[in-house]
């Protein structure tokens, strides 16, 4: 379950804008903004390496936080939203959001497929695909799942599952629409062979031949042409 407690010691910045950002960055920080309950949003700085370290625990990004801002009291929150880079993998900015514990938080939870190699459909050849990766839910902070199992064991070919299919634990709530399909098992595409045309300068078998009735109807006629010495 999401619902491990991790402490996040947070910095206030001073500064705002790109030409800050940049220089956070370059030092190892990771600029964000934490929303507050009832109160203005503050911008705040954390160590990459620690932001990390966090959000790749056993909660994952559904984690509660309890964030300390510049030494002050714990602020129990969740990852909002981040930005990376697609390129080097450096997390750019972060937004975190202040929760209370004992009120539902909607989040969004990777679904992750089991038991495929024990499929019927897998074991014919059949080829199974994942059309949604998450489902949102409504759950209590520290009832959030790291994660959502879908066995796909019983699935034969032409079957498909959907998100009434998926089973989420006590407490926890599908938000998704329920027809809304997850994973599917078709036939795999059967590529056809193009046929190999003739070679250059090679003519198909009979091109160019007479029909056999027109070449002896050539030749008799040959032999009767005038001009010739007979008679």
Do not use: C, F, W
Request: proline share 7%.
């Amino acid at each position: 379950m999401a619902g491990e407690r991790i402490k996040l010691e947070v910095q206030p910045r001073e500064h705002l804008g790109s030409r800050e950002s940049r220089r956070l960055r370059k030092e190892g920080l990771v600029p964000g903004v934490l929303y507050g309950r009832g109160s203005e949003p503050a911008a705040i700085s954390i160590p990459e390496r620690e932001l990390r370290r966090v959000l790749t625990g056993a909660g994952g990004l559904n984690a509660i936080l309890d964030v300390v801002l510049d030494g002050q009291g714990t602020r129990p929150s969740i990852l909002k939203d981040h930005q990376q880079d697609p390129l080097r993998g450096k997390l750019l900015h972060v937004d975190l959001v202040e929760v209370r514990l004992d009120q539902a938080i909607t989040a969004t939870v990777t679904i992750h497929l089991v038991g495929a190699e024990d499929a019927p459909g897998v074991r014919e050849g059949g080829a199974l695909s994942q059309v949604a990766r998450e489902v949102t839910v409504e759950a209590l902070p520290m009832e959030v799942p790291e994660h959502i199992d879908l066995d796909v064991s019983g699935m034969a070919i032409g079957d498909t599952l959907r998100v009434a299919d998926v089973q989420v634990p006590e407490g926890v709530t599908l938000i998704d629409d329920p027809e809304t399909v997850v994973a599917g098992l078709a036939m795999p595409t059967r590529v056809e062979e193009p046929e190999e045309a003739p070679a250059e300068g090679e003519e198909a078998e009979g091109e160019g031949e007479q029909p056999e009735g027109e070449a002896e109807g050539a030749a008799e006629a040959a032999e009767g042409e005038p001009g010739s010495d007979e008679g």
